[in-house]
């Protein structure tokens, strides 16, 4: 990729509604091989000021871009709620929380390759959905941490509290403990039974990927956003004396089960913070994300924000 092409990229890549032309599903049948293309070079596209119709005219949009249904949201590490069919909210976290930067599902063995968030409502303040080029990030990060991940690849260990959290019945989607050990070994997920309903995980992931579309070598992963260091630091602090290290709802790994050090993860985050750009909300905003070329997270936020999201086009 040439540094002039890397120039002409727009994170994200805004179509707004042009005067007489207010028939949304009209041009995303006439222009979705324009809108494919520049999704697959730019990483995101916005489409702006037009009348969606509401959750049934998002599902529809999801359903005309990807030619598909919307994917269930399966494996579940945070919680969300169902609007509709397989439309839900975005994360359910306390408004002045922020979510880091990361990419849909990349901690599973196959992960939705389109993401649509639908803004019903904006927020008062902030709240914000920043974005982040992933072949950006990874080419800020050092080589030598580069080097590291991809020959030790990452781990992420979660741990699965009935008090705390989200439960595994709810991350999977079932109470049989024989499901969930099934999906687990299809899926390469080592799984731990602990005590009399406790459930330990752990999966092995490669931290770069290459873009199936483009070529390009993309930073995929949750080795940053799941590491303890990136959660807040009095939360951080609650959360290791609560639990100790061994039992964190969720921490991140090299590949060999070796530490990371927090000198790197604080690194891949100012490489992602680098990288990253934000724009405001307006309602009835339909934002269409490449989730292998472009992290998403979330600004904390006032007033009544609700961003609906939905899943397409799995990886394999």
């Given at each position: 990729?040439?540094?002039?092409?890397?120039?002409?990229?727009?994170?994200?890549?805004?179509?707004e509604?042009?005067?007489?032309?207010?028939?949304?599903?009209?041009?995303?049948?006439?222009?979705?091989?324009?809108?494919?293309?520049?999704?697959?070079?730019?990483?995101?596209?916005?489409l702006?000021?037009?009348?969606?119709?509401?959750?049934?005219?998002?599902?529809?949009?999801?359903?005309t871009?990807?030619g598909?249904?919307p994917?269930?949201?399966?494996?579940?590490?945070?919680?969300?709620?169902?609007?509709?069919?397989?439309?839900?909210?975005?994360?359910?976290?306390?408004?002045?929380?922020?979510?880091?930067?990361?990419?849909?599902?990349?901690?599973?063995?196959?992960?939705?390759?389109?993401?649509?968030?639908?803004?019903?409502e904006?927020?008062?303040?902030?709240?914000?959905?920043p974005?982040?080029?992933?072949?950006?990030?990874?080419?800020?990060?050092?080589?030598?941490?580069?080097?590291?991940?991809?020959?030790?690849?990452?781990?992420?260990?979660?741990?699965?509290?009935?008090?705390?959290?989200?439960?595994?019945?709810?991350?999977?989607?079932?109470?049989?403990?024989?499901?969930?050990?099934?999906?687990c070994?299809?899926?390469?997920?080592?799984?731990?039974?602990?005590?009399?309903?406790?459930?330990r995980?752990?999966?092995?992931?490669?931290?770069?990927?290459?873009?199936?579309?483009?070529?390009?070598?993309?930073?995929?992963?949750?080795?940053?956003?799941?590491?303890?260091?990136?959660?807040?630091?009095?939360?951080?602090?609650?959360?290791?004396?609560?639990?100790?290290?061994?039992?964190?709802?969720?921490?991140?790994?090299?590949?060999?089960g070796?530490?990371?050090?927090?000198?790197?993860?604080?690194h891949?985050?100012?490489?992602?913070?680098?990288?990253?750009?934000?724009?405001?909300?307006?309602?009835?905003?339909?934002?269409?994300?490449?989730?292998?070329?472009?992290?998403?997270?979330?600004?904390?936020?006032?007033?009544?924000?609700?961003?609906?999201?939905?899943?397409?086009?799995?990886?394999?």
């Amino acid at each position: 990729m040439t540094s002039a092409a890397q120039a002409s990229r727009v994170l994200p890549r805004v179509i707004e509604r042009a005067d007489g032309d207010a028939d949304l599903f009209g041009l995303l049948e006439r222009d979705r091989a324009e809108i494919r293309r520049r999704l697959a070079d730019d990483g995101a596209v916005l489409l702006r000021g037009f009348a969606v119709g509401g959750v049934d005219g998002f599902d529809r949009v999801v359903r005309t871009v990807s030619g598909a249904s919307p994917l269930a949201y399966a494996e579940r590490s945070s919680p969300r709620s169902t609007i509709k069919g397989r439309v839900y909210t975005s994360t359910d976290y306390p408004a002045d929380e922020e979510i880091f930067l990361h990419n849909e599902n990349s901690y599973q063995s196959v992960w939705p390759r389109t993401l649509y968030f639908y803004c019903i409502e904006p927020p008062a303040a902030q709240g914000a959905t920043p974005l982040a080029d992933v072949r950006e990030v990874y080419r800020r990060i050092d080589p030598s941490v580069r080097e590291e991940f991809e020959r030790r690849r990452w781990m992420v260990v979660r741990n699965f509290h009935e008090d705390f959290g989200t439960y595994w019945c709810d991350a999977f989607g079932t109470a049989d403990r024989d499901a969930v050990t099934a999906y687990c070994r299809e899926r390469d997920i080592e799984i731990e039974w602990r005590g009399a309903d406790g459930l330990r995980t752990r999966a092995v992931r490669d931290a770069v990927h290459v873009h199936p579309v483009s070529g390009e070598r993309v930073w995929f992963n949750h080795a940053t956003f799941f590491h303890i260091t990136t959660r807040d630091p009095d939360v951080a602090e609650g959360l290791l004396e609560a639990f100790g290290e061994d039992e964190l709802p969720s921490n991140t790994y090299y590949g060999d089960g070796g530490r990371i050090p927090d000198d790197v993860v604080a690194h891949l985050r100012d490489c992602y913070r680098a990288a990253s750009v934000r724009y405001d909300w307006r309602r009835d905003d339909v934002l269409v994300v490449d989730n292998m070329l472009a992290a998403h997270g979330r600004e904390p936020f006032s007033g009544r924000r609700k961003i609906a999201v939905a899943m397409a086009e799995p990886s394999a």
